[in-house]
């Protein structure tokens, strides 16, 4: 055998698909590079901005709680505008994610305008529905509630759509063969087993919608979040830290029932079972549920026992709907004076058209340059923090609980304050820009990739690690070996997503003053020239696509 | 039973003293075990679901501690040995595990170049990371067991019997002295079952390697060992030379012990 002929039997080849994942994180080092000079960022700077945000809290504490009652009615606004937007995009979605799945389209026509009314909504950001719908319908809780209803069918309906098409096909064609209609056929196939997914979508929502309509009261859509704006605007620190506290009480009480309630649904039970931490209880439960299953057959029963999983998905569901009623009955909305006002959000979205590049081009450009910068320092920066973070928290790399416990609670604490809330506080302690935006960006990425790493982390197979342990690896040769590959496809998964979380939220930033084309939006907005907020929102809209459509180009490369 | 130690000490490849597992919920997993086995001696481990097979397999290179009794292994006392030492050891003990335990998303000359890492320092990400000389050995293993055509392959796309070959290659890799193999056969089909333990009996042949092998088939067992060990709720009930073996007298270490184990016996003996 000749020396090349050898030499290239002992490298691997060198295929298509590593040569564009190559260029793919060439171009990424680049672009976080370019757009860190662009910015001027340095981390002494960083590091003297975040002394000028330590100082600002301290100025903030003790917080104050005179104004108490008025927080409480405005978090209980928020949360209602959340159940209905909810409900509104529960009730939207459902039609379109029957019409976008392959298994229940009923023509590739229909399917396709589905999928593309799906992939609209979640390109436009919430916060600007919201500005929309206030002039069109006035400021008020219902703007809010329709740009979370409309904003939601994005990711709503997207994961309907998966979950009908994940149905498995066996059941659905049992059912064809016995003669049934197309419609019998979803009801009695499809939908029972897409169902447990749903609910968890839709519980997921809701968690992401409360923590959007804290913010909707910055473009005057309703909820909290302008008491904290005037607040600090009025230098009245003590009353802001007390509304941002209740917000993040209620968050954070929201994420770790909803997490609870998800796994619950989606039959984690079994897999508790396993664990001994959670023994006794999950035991009961498996026990019961063996008990109950087994009556039902012997009884010859004619409808499904009361397991726990169907005890919990029920519970779930009426506890929303009621939520849903008290919220329609008694949120702050006057019905009879605002729903004949409907007609007039078509007229504002017809003033969009045609959209207006001229007037403020140059603006325009250095906007949008600025908050895709901003989203990509905030991502960059963001997942430095939050690969060694989420080490410590996953639980099967960092064997001493009381450090990943204490990480969670460091990240579940960010987490609970909204990301443009920590936005509008960067931005009062180090005045307007982009780098206070970015920086409150970078804060909000770390703790949640963070929390979707250490999951990603915590779902490696342990049969390969042990076996690298044992032909005599040390821990960190192991952890190369066998952990890294394995994560590595949910770590460019979950970068994939974050960005194109980012860039639509950096869009926004620049209505608290976070710097970027938010600003640019807003104005246009004040001053009634409509056809620039049409053409932003277009520039807005082209960002986003080009990022999904990045995003579908390395998907493909990594499967 | 019969006793085998009339070898001298530098001939014996392992050698187990009143060796005991209790683990941390107690179970007792393995009670005063004693087992000598000499250098180049290939062995079947043979026993009930739960009798203690695996943990002893475990217990032989460190993945569990002992709770009593001592364990050496080429003249090294895992019992005692930590950190260093008994990554060192390791590194000459080859450990085939039933699920394979290959990283899925790697090809399987990557795989097979993990099995030097004892050798080296410091962590190694990919093919190109590992010196020329350890990729032209991991070739060798790999054409050893018959798939070097396979050798930048994926691993998660070979089929199981394939799998497992690329493990064997991995701990070929280490140019152990020991093999311990845990039920490497029982999640392949009777075809590539043969295949391995062929496989593994030519390559002891061949380097005078010492074998333990936990396995299910008795027939297997007989046709295959120099030697076989039963285990019974944690104690060695059967250690005799295979030759010296009927079917008969080593189906009695499924036998009923009077415990609740009693259900799964019955089911064995019929099945067998
Ligand atoms: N990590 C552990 N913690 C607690 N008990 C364990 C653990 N590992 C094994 N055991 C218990 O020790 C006993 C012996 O288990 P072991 O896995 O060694 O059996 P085995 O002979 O290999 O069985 P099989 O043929 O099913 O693989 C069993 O009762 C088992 O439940
Ligand atoms: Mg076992």
Redesign the pocket.
């Known amino acids: 055998m000749s020396p090349s002929a050898t030499r290239e039997r002992l490298s691997p080849p060198i295929t298509a698909t590593q040569v564009q994942l190559f260029i793919f994180t060439v171009a990424c080092v680049a672009a976080f590079v370019w757009s860190w000079i662009f910015l001027g960022m340095s981390f002494s700077g960083i590091t003297s901005s975040f002394g000028d945000v330590s100082r600002l809290v301290k100025r903030m504490v003790p917080p104050d709680f005179s104004n108490l009652s008025n927080i409480v009615d405005a978090t209980i606004e928020t949360v209602w505008m959340a159940v209905m937007g909810t409900a509104g995009a529960i009730v939207l979605s459902f039609p379109l994610a029957l019409g976008a799945a392959r298994n229940t389209s009923p023509h590739p026509t229909i399917r396709y305008i589905c999928r593309t009314v799906i992939s609209l909504t979640r390109a436009v950001p919430d916060l600007v529905l919201g500005a929309v719908f206030v002039s069109a319908l006035s400021i008020g809780p219902l703007p809010g509630v329709l740009a979370l209803a409309i904003h939601s069918i994005g990711m709503v309906g997207k994961l309907f759509a998966d979950a009908i098409e994940q149905a498995a096909e066996a059941p659905r064609e049992a059912t064809i063969s016995v003669g049934a209609t197309r419609r019998q056929t979803t009801r009695a196939s499809i939908l029972p087993q897409a169902m447990p997914s749903m609910i968890a979508t839709a519980l997921f929502r809701l968690e992401i919608n409360i923590r959007a309509s804290t913010v909707l009261g910055l473009v005057g859509a309703g909820g909290i979040g302008v008491l904290i704006q005037t607040s600090l605007r009025s230098l009245d620190y003590e009353s802001a830290l007390g509304a941002v506290a209740v917000i993040f009480v209620v968050v954070t009480a929201v994420e770790l029932l909803s997490v609870r309630i998800r796994s619950a649904i989606l039959g984690d039970a079994a897999a508790l079972a396993q664990s001994s931490r959670h023994g006794w209880f999950s035991q009961r439960i498996i026990a019961r549920d063996t008990r109950v299953n087994r009556k039902s057959f012997e009884t010859r029963a004619l409808s499904p026992p009361w397991t726990w999983d169907r005890m919990f998905s029920t519970a779930t569901i009426s506890g929303f709907l009621l939520a849903l009623a008290v919220a329609v009955l008694t949120i702050d909305i006057d019905w009879a004076r605002t729903v004949p006002l409907m007609p007039q959000i078509i007229t504002v979205f017809g003033d969009l058209f045609p959209p207006d590049f001229t007037t403020v081009r140059s603006e325009m450009v250095t906007g949008i340059v600025e908050s895709v910068v901003i989203a990509v320092i905030a991502t960059g920066l963001g997942l430095l923090i939050a690969v060694p973070l989420s080490l410590l928290a996953a639980r099967n790399i960092m064997t001493k609980r009381i450090l990943s416990t204490v990480t969670r609670l460091v990240m579940l604490a960010f987490r609970g304050i909204p990301e443009l809330i920590i936005a509008v506080i960067f931005v009062s302690a180090m005045g307007l820009g982009p780098v206070p935006g970015t920086l409150a960006l970078t804060v909000v990425t770390a703790s949640f990739s963070a929390k979707l790493f250490a999951e990603a982390l915590e779902e490696v197979d342990a049969a390969p690690r042990e076996a690298v342990l044992a032909v005599g690896a040390g821990k960190i040769q192991e952890f190369f070996a066998s952990v890294v590959p394995q994560f590595m496809p949910a770590f460019t998964g979950h970068f994939l997503y974050i960005l194109d979380v980012n860039l639509r939220s950096s869009t926004v930033l620049g209505i608290v003053g976070g710097g970027g084309i938010g600003f640019l939006l807003l104005n246009s907005m004040r001053v009634l020239e409509f056809q620039t907020t049409g053409a932003i929102v277009m520039a807005i809209f082209g960002i986003v696509l080009a990022i999904e459509l990045i995003g579908n180009w390395v998907r493909q490369l990594l499967r | 039973m019969q006793v085998i130690n009339t070898v001298a000490d530098s001939d014996v490849a392992v050698k187990v003293t009143s060796l005991s597992?209790r683990?941390?919920?107690g179970?007792?997993?393995?009670d005063n075990v004693s087992l000598e086995v000499p250098r180049g001696q290939v062995l079947a481990l043979i026993?009930?679901?739960?009798?203690?097979?695996?943990?002893?397999?475990?217990t032989l290179n460190g993945l569990?501690a002992p709770t009593g009794g001592k364990v050496v292994v080429q003249g090294t006392d895992v019992s005692t040995a930590n950190g260093k030492s008994l990554r060192k050891l390791r590194h000459h003990i080859g450990f085939v595990f039933?699920q394979f335990g290959l990283v899925g998303r790697a090809t399987c000359m990557e795989n097979v170049l993990v099995g030097s890492l004892g050798s080296l320092r410091g962590p190694r990400l990919g093919v190109r990371s590992y010196p020329v000389a350890l990729r032209r050995k991991a070739l060798e293993q790999l054409e050893r067991v018959g798939l070097s055509e396979q050798a930048f392959q994926r691993a998660d796309t070979l089929s199981g019997g394939q799998m497992q070959r690329v493990a064997i290659a991995r701990s070929l890799m280490q140019e152990p002295s020991v093999l311990l193999a845990?039920?490497p056969v029982a999640s392949l089909d009777p075809e590539s079952a043969n295949q391995v333990l062929d496989l593994i009996l030519r390559i002891a042949r061949e380097d005078g390697m010492t074998v333990i092998c936990?396995l299910?088939q008795v027939e297997l067992a007989l046709g295959w060992s120099d030697r076989i060990v039963g285990?019974r709720a944690?104690q060695v009930v059967l250690d005799q030379m295979n030759a010296q073996l009927s079917q008969d007298q080593v189906m009695e270490v499924y036998r009923a012990t009077g415990t609740p184990m009693q259900f799964e016996t019955e089911s064995a003996l019929q099945s067998a």
């Open positions: 597992k683990f941390p919920n179970t007792l997993a393995l026993g009930l679901s739960g009798s203690g097979k695996s943990t002893l397999l475990r569990h039933q845990d039920e936990t299910h285990l944690g």
